[in-house]
């Protein structure tokens, strides 16, 4: 998957023509074959823009910079990224016709060891789901059959305990840096109730408890929302496995909500906003 030469050109048509006044996508790091996201603000800097397997971050979190946000902006978005554009974009948090969207056909990413991520392997929805010109051949595999995550699997099949202590230890290592919070395009809210510096609901210390409270909130807040893009584990400087509470509530929601995988159909408000008479009701008290 390598369409550099591509965006190159279709960023610079975009300049030419006026139509947009800064690009959000990938330029190499510069000191190894990793890349880092990149906004150009002119036709002459669109020579830094590559897109390959490398392409890892989603770029939509750039939208709720405020270096972009009353701009007229061109972006690239996978499969992943586009689900999180499309909530956005329903959450009336950027707008359409402000934007120019290069989508990819995606066929996965890979890590620092070369190896496909584990949300490619299991990626349900390759092809992005909006823009305004498709680079790549879809799979149009959208939302064909679910796929259940291998870890999420092995969890429900600890004891009680076992799981309890699984979690005890991942947040135990969690540093309340936020990281995480801030790394993902759907969390834009202006004051974060689980900020450190206006929590009132949450211990800011870094604490189990403060961790355990403010990452299951975040969490929570995500549910029926989250695109399995992985921007937040990227962003975890303690390496922590974070797409473990976000596939659980996915798998639940998916079973349990009418088949809803967040993102996927335009103008859709997700799980929370959808009933139906066959919904199972057997949590209501
Ligand atoms: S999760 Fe899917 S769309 Fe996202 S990078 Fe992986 S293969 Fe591409
Ligand atoms: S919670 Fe993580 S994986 Fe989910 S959308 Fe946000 S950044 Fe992506
Ligand atoms: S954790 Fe909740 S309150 Fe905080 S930014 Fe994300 S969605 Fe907003
Ligand atoms: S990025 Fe990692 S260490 Fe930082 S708050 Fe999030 S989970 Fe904790």
Redesign the pocket.
């Known amino acids: 998957m390598n369409y550099t030469k591509q965006i190159q050109e279709i960023a610079a048509k975009l300049f030419a023509e006026g139509k947009i006044d800064v690009f959000v996508g990938y330029r190499m790091n510069g000191f190894d074959d990793n890349q880092v996201p990149v906004l150009v603000n002119t036709a002459d800097d669109v020579s830094k823009l590559v897109f390959t397997g490398k392409s890892v971050f989603?770029l939509v979190?750039y939208l709720k910079n405020e270096h972009t946000r009353r701009k007229r902006v061109g972006l690239v978005v996978k499969g992943?990224d586009s689900r999180?554009l499309n909530l956005m974009l329903t959450e009336s948090q950027v707008k359409r016709e402000n934007l120019y969207v290069i989508g990819i056909a995606c066929e996965g990413v890979t890590d620092d060891s070369g190896q496909k991520m584990q949300?490619c392997v299991d990626c349900m929805v390759p092809d992005a789901v909006v823009f305004d010109e498709m680079l790549g051949t879809p799979a149009e595999l959208q939302h064909a059959t679910y796929k259940m995550n291998a870890d999420i699997a092995s969890l429900a099949a600890m004891s009680l305990t076992g799981r309890a202590a699984y979690f005890e230890e991942v947040f135990e290592n969690c540093i309340r840096c936020n990281a995480?919070r801030h790394?993902?395009?759907?969390?834009y809210c202006a004051k974060c109730c689980i900020d450190q510096e206006t929590a009132t609901l949450y211990n800011g210390a870094n604490t189990t408890s403060a961790a355990f409270h403010a990452l299951m909130t975040w969490?929570l807040h995500?549910a029926g929302?989250?695109?399995?893009?992985?921007?937040?584990?990227k962003a975890c400087p303690s390496h922590l496995p974070?797409?473990l509470l976000?596939k659980q509530n996915e798998s639940v929601i998916y079973e349990n909500f009418q088949e809803h995988l967040a993102g996927v159909i335009p103008g859709d408000r997700g799980a929370f906003y959808k009933y139906s008479m066959k919904d199972p009701d057997d949590f209501i008290m």
């Open positions: 989603n979190n992943c999180s949300n995480c790394s993902c395009p759907l969390c969490s995500l929302r989250c695109v399995d893009c992985r921007n937040c584990e974070l797409h976000h």
